[in-house]
């Protein structure tokens, strides 16, 4: 039986709780495309921010089923060519990778983000090498929109892809 039959995806609000799944997914093979493995200081910095209530929002990801966490994913906001944009983000840890969690992941985040009613349009921008996260772009919907410069983290210049969707595309539940 194929695993995109099963398993379906529910995102749950960052709590108080969940500092150890930062922790998890710092390693080398998670953050290979971010700039690598942040500092316990940074981490808790990253989880603080997280709880902070702000325009987006970031989760767990559970399987709906079981309710197992397998990563993390989240919208904020972005100020993008002379706008304001949601930005998306996601990561599913190593031992849940290859069954589609990411690109259920990716599309919740969309529909949560287009129930804010806040901005038209969500964007992802993974680096152009990472290409486990573009096609999870691709395969969520989002349309490529080109190659960008960007620095992340700040100070380091990448070239991502810029991938979008319109969010007034995405059909709201009957």
């Known amino acids: 039986m194929d695993f ?3 398993e379906k995806v529910r995102l749950e609000p960052w709590s108080e709780g969940d500092l150890w799944l930062l922790r998890r997914a710092n390693s ?7 700039g690598g493995p942040e500092s316990e200081e940074k981490l808790a910095d990253r989880h603080r921010r997280y709880l902070e209530v702000t325009p987006g929002q970031m989760y767990r990801v559970v ?6 966490t397998v990563g993390s994913a989240g919208f904020w906001d972005r100020e ?12 599913v840890l190593p031992e849940f990778q290859g069954r589609g969690l990411a690109v259920r992941a990716a599309r919740a985040v969309a ?8 901005h038209r349009y969500l964007h992802a921008f993974p680096k152009e ?26 100070g380091h210049p990448i ?14 539940p009957p």
């Open 4 to 6: 995109a039959d099963m």
């Open 28 to 34: 080398p093979e998670m953050t290979v495309h971010l």
């Open 63 to 68: 399987l709906a089923g079981s309710g197992e």
């Open 80 to 91: 993008w060519r002379g706008g304001t944009v949601w930005e998306a983000g996601w990561g």
């Open 111 to 118: 529909e949560a983000a287009r129930d804010t009613g806040a």
């Open 129 to 154: 090498s990472n290409g486990p996260s573009n096609s999870v772009c691709r395969r969520a919907g989002f349309t490529l929109l080109g190659r960008v410069d960007l620095e992340y983290p700040k």
């Open 159 to 172: 070239t991502s892809n810029d991938w979008r969707v319109d969010l007034h595309s995405i059909r709201q």
